[in-house]
């Protein structure tokens, strides 16, 4: 703001008038000798103000969710096809057969039948009682063995106290279960079968509202699968909980330029989608609850 300066008139007798300061800018002396005044402090506020309502409105269309699939609806098949990105660019060369034809996202509650899922989560409860993360996150790797426990992870078929915990049948459904998953992508994909294979990391998970205590735990970050492990081609998930009954907050959230896309899990539920940056993603912080998948593939 311009602060004039008061003048001293001549008093009667008086030689000497102290001289006139004029401190305002140029713009304000050319707007004075045109006949116009400026208000510019309005003209700052109003533009200030058609920023910020710039800004929410980008951000409006931005954080825009549109739900792909809610966890009161049943969905027998649900596939959208997405441009694929570059990322599969050098190993299209190298891998013709395993690598996608076409990008997009699946999601299916009639593949898994209830009876499986509840003898895959019964597996999943059993092996994570023998740990448990300090944190919000833990998993159980019945490849590898690995389970959380504590701020780390330990080889569970090393436990003494895992002995027999897990039977044949155990196996066999898992077995099953991931098969009939790998058909699924194989055929929604254009994939040959024979040329799909499980790779790891793949595992039980089991996710609370505890907050976290290492890196592990932070499972909300956005992130590309292929980034993360760079030999995933495509992303499998079995939801063993429903969302809004077991559980609070933990959507499935893909980031696309338009809008989120959110997938609601729902026991029994398949979502697979492709690996890549196409399919950007991240997952909300459950609030209460437990919510409980697999990841395959």
Not at 79 to 87: G, L, P, Q
Not at 100 to 113: A, E, N, Q, Y
Request: net charge positive; with cysteine.
């Amino acid at each position: 703001m311009t602060v004039k300066q008061r003048t001293n008139r001549k008093s009667p007798g008086s030689t000497n008038a102290v001289p006139r300061s004029d401190t305002r800018n140029g713009s304000e002396r050319e707007s004075a000798r045109s006949g116009i005044r400026i208000d510019w402090r309005r003209i700052i506020t109003r533009m200030l103000m058609m920023t910020a309502i710039m800004v929410a409105v980008y951000f409006s269309k931005a954080n825009k969710t549109v739900q792909f699939a809610k966890q009161d609806e049943e969905i027998g098949k649900k596939f959208v096809e997405i441009s694929c990105s570059e990322d599969y660019a050098e190993e299209l060369r190298q891998f013709r057969g395993c690598t996608p034809r076409k990008c997009g996202r699946m999601v299916s509650d009639s593949l898994i039948k209830p009876g499986e899922v509840a003898a895959l989560r019964n597996i999943a409860e059993r092996g994570l009682a023998l740990g448990g993360s300090s944190g919000g996150a833990s998993i159980l790797d019945l490849h590898s063995g690995a389970l959380s426990q504590g701020n780390a992870f330990v080889n569970i078929y090393k436990l003494e106290t895992s002995r027999k915990i897990f039977t044949g049948e155990d196996f066999k459904i898992y077995s099953h279960v991931k098969g009939k998953i790998q058909h699924a992508i194989a055929d929604h994909f254009g994939i040959d079968k024979g040329q799909l294979y499980l790779t790891h990391p793949t595992f039980f998970s089991r996710i609370t509202s505890a907050p976290p205590k290492t890196i592990h735990d932070e499972y909300w970050h956005p992130h590309v699968d292929k980034e993360t492990y760079e030999s995933f081609h495509y992303t499998s998930l079995l939801y063993l909980t429903d969302y809004g009954q077991e559980f609070e907050g933990g959507r499935f959230v893909f980031i696309d330029k338009d809008s989120n896309k959110t997938v609601e899990p729902r026991r029994g539920r398949v979502s697979a989608f492709t690996s890549g940056s196409e399919n950007l993603h991240y997952v909300e912080q459950v609030t209460r609850g437990t919510r409980s998948f697999i990841l395959l593939l």
